[in-house]
């Protein structure tokens, strides 16, 4: 099955400092990748949807300027916790479809911020 | 925003025993899947549900889903402990959109 990868795996962060989260799909190309977050004891929450060239969408709620998107190639989606604070705390995981049904979940990466 | 609801949130049962869960959902569809999830872990794809089906097997699971009602219900047969996770229905709009999750029903297998 196809293959998406999430890097880091996880992370700890002091408040105010930046963290990228990588999503790659290894073995398909992706022109969307979407990503979520899931808080402990939750469901997954859909945060944005990244379209390779252009602008990210998000939901409602979810701060732009905040989660920063960036889909620079058809493999490659990141999402950019700036100035995290202990709230931003979660799991976030990326999706990326291979043939607009499935879906394929990366692992996801569980934030820390102290 | 959260899409459907799953009933019950949490299930207990003992190994061997029939699994059944159900989700709700609000707007109309083009497919309907079902994920597991392992405590702190990623999803896994259990299996994909279009709205035209009425019923779907793979392995120990049945799916089915009732469009005139926006429900689908999950049944994994003869479980095992290995089965302990959440499981979470999630529904697309349209092919390749965006998944709107339920909020999961955490099922435990006791041996």
């Known amino acids: 099955g196809a293959v998406v990868s999430q890097h880091p795996s996880r992370v700890i962060c002091k408040s105010g400092t930046s963290v990228k989260i990588e999503c790659r799909s290894l073995d398909f190309q992706a022109t969307t990748m979407f990503w979520y977050r899931q808080f402990p004891k939750q469901s997954l929450m859909l945060m944005a949807t990244s379209n390779e060239g252009s602008k990210a969408t998000y939901e409602q709620g979810v701060e732009k300027d905040k989660f920063l998107i960036n889909h620079a190639s058809l493999t490659l989606s990141t999402l950019t916790v700036t100035s995290a604070h202990p709230e931003d705390s979660s799991f976030y995981i990326c999706?990326?479809?291979?043939?607009?049904?499935?879906?394929?979940f990366g692992p996801g990466t569980r934030l820390l911020v102290l | 925003s959260q899409q459907g609801e799953e009933d019950p949130q949490a299930l207990s049962i003992q190994e061997g025993e029939n699994a059944t869960m159900n989700c709700s959902y609000k707007?109309?569809?083009?497919?309907l899947q079902w994920y597991r999830q392992n405590s702190g872990r990623g999803l896994v794809h259990l299996i994909l549900i279009r709205s035209n089906e009425r019923e779907k097997h793979s392995g120990r699971l049945r799916v089915t889903l009732d469009t005139s009602k926006k429900s689908s219900s999950l049944l994994i047969t003869a479980s095992r402990a290995a089965d302990t996770a959440s499981y979470f229905c999630a529904t697309a709009y349209q092919a390749g959109t965006a998944l709107i999750f339920g909020k999961g029903t955490t099922l435990s297998v006791s041996s």
């Open positions: 707007t109309s569809i083009n497919n």
């Open positions: 999706s990326a479809s291979r043939d607009q049904e499935t879906q394929y």
